[in-house]
């Protein structure tokens, strides 16, 4: 390949528009999947060591649907699919990545369908806003065209279609499309630096004061999710009551009512409306973002450990449990690892390149003298800094945001103050030279 171009590889998704037959179809599909996972599962885990190998799982999985007659909905391909995922997962764990599999359960998994050859997707465009593509043993499908693939005279062997997974949440069937392509590398971004502060009253604060934040859909005590507005907030408080309710009425054993799941299929959907409006109005401000700046500077948050639960155990009981699991709620709906994942592909995307810096102290600093004085941080939104000597005073975030930078500038991203490496990362997760 040509040196000056490079090589992409990003999904798309689509909605599909699918009628109540084709939807019985794939959803067959969907739980044959998982039934094929659970049935490898307890095959691999019952065999001693010696005789587990791709070989002899590839063909107790062809025995099986031969046997098995429900098991033979599942298109081979998909089987093949479920396979390699199930054998990467263990590998995952073998390095440290991941737990081990486990079973998948018919009400906490997620329903999906993979479709690993591009080829056999047949994709065409009929109308300027749908689109048409062929899944195995359902037939031509309607989709939602939002985006323009690389197909019919677009397609070649560097820019194509290579496979697709179907996915389904509280809003009905999606296709996700994985795509390939071959652009020329972009040019070094010539944009100023800027360090970005994760917040929860600002969402984004920025070291140059353009502090993004999405007003209109913040949360309040009458609207705790953000992202719904005050009639969808009602609507799904009363279908969490009626939910609730009819909870209530069933007894101990009693398989869940027809009644209860649409209920439970209503808060779903409104839920999923809240992520989409949420994921929408990331993608627009880290675009903006890796538009205008050609460095961008982060924290290193342990976010994971920062949204544990004070609840505490029986013998030693957590205090202000309430008001952590509010802020808990709070960082959730911020996402503000799917933020940083943003960030990092649209900057590369761009031209631009993203760091990340240790997060100690860069909210308790002052931005202009460097000293931490105690008391200097007044309230969540207001800095002052108590050192006789400076006196600045501003937004605390923004404070923050500034401290960020300047530790990229000083040379502290990977090294700070104590000297230690700055390397995050699970425990028992080898590094990425050691993989």
């Known amino acids: 390949m040509d040196p000056g171009l490079d090589k992409r590889r990003f999904g798309h998704r689509a909605r599909l528009a699918l009628t109540p037959a084709q939807v019985r179809l794939i959803d067959d599909q969907a739980h044959a999947g998982r039934a094929l996972w659970n049935l490898l599962h307890a095959w691999w885990t019952m065999l001693p060591t010696c005789r587990r190998s791709l070989?002899?799982?590839?063909?107790?999985?062809?025995q099986a649907r031969q046997d098995i007659g429900w098991l033979a909905v599942l298109p081979a391909q998909a089987a093949q699919a479920v396979l390699k995922t199930y054998l990467q997962a263990w590998k995952n764990c073998w390095q440290g990545r991941a737990e081990a599999p486990a079973f998948k359960g018919r009400l906490r998994s997620v329903m999906a369908v993979d479709i690993p050859q591009g080829r056999d997707?047949?994709?065409?465009?009929?109308?300027?806003?749908?689109?048409?593509?062929?899944?195995?043993?359902?037939?031509?499908?309607?989709?939602?065209?939002?985006?323009?693939?690389?197909?019919?005279?677009?397609a070649d062997a560097g820019n194509r279609i290579t496979g697709a997974r179907l996915v389904k949440d509280a809003l009905g069937w999606h296709i996700a499309f994985r795509i390939q392509t071959i652009a020329p590398k972009p040019?070094?971004?010539?944009?100023?630096?800027?360090?970005?502060?994760?917040?929860?009253?600002?969402?984004?604060?920025?070291?140059?004061?353009?502090?993004?934040?999405?007003?209109?859909?913040?949360?309040?005590?009458?609207?705790p999710n953000a992202w719904l507005t005050e009639r969808e907030q009602a609507t799904l408080l009363a279908w969490e009551r009626r939910a609730a309710h009819r909870k209530s009425l069933r007894k101990p054993g009693e398989r869940t009512s027809r009644r209860l799941r649409a209920t439970y299929d209503q808060i779903a959907s409104l839920r999923a409306r809240a992520k989409r409006r949420a994921i929408d109005?990331?993608?627009?401000?880290?675009?903006?973002?890796?538009?205008?700046?050609?460095?961008?500077?982060?924290?290193?948050?342990?976010?994971t450990n920062m949204t544990k639960s004070a609840k505490g155990t029986v013998e030693n009981p957590g205090t202000n449990v309430a008001q952590k699991t509010g802020l808990n709620r709070s960082i959730s709906q911020e996402a503000w690892g799917r933020t940083v994942t943003m960030l990092t592909y649209k900057a590369a995307r761009y031209g631009g390149a993203l760091h990340k810096v240790a997060a100690a102290g860069t909210s308790l600093r002052c931005s202009a003298c460097g000293f931490t004085t105690p008391g200097s941080r007044e309230s969540q939104a207001v800095f002052v800094c108590k050192n006789p000597g400076c006196g600045w005073f501003g937004n605390a975030d923004h404070n923050a945001a500034r401290n960020i930078l300047h530790l990229y500038r000083m040379g502290l991203a990977l090294v700070p103050a104590a000297g230690r490496a700055v390397v995050r990362r699970a425990r028992r997760v080898k590094p990425a030279t050691a993989r």
């Open 187 to 223: 040019e070094p971004h010539q944009g100023p630096d800027i360090g970005i502060d994760a917040g929860v009253a600002v969402p984004l604060a920025l070291s140059d004061g353009n502090h993004h934040t999405h007003e209109r859909w913040k949360a309040t005590k009458d609207k």
């Open 281 to 303: 109005w990331q993608h627009q401000t880290t675009t903006e973002i890796a538009r205008t700046y050609g460095v961008i500077v982060v924290e290193d948050l342990p976010i």
């Open 121 to 154: 997707l047949h994709v065409t465009r009929t109308h300027r806003r749908w689109g048409m593509v062929n899944i195995a043993k359902v037939g031509r499908v309607r989709f939602r065209w939002t985006k323009d693939l690389p197909v019919g005279k677009k």
């Open 55 to 62: 070989a002899a799982a590839d063909a107790a999985i062809r």
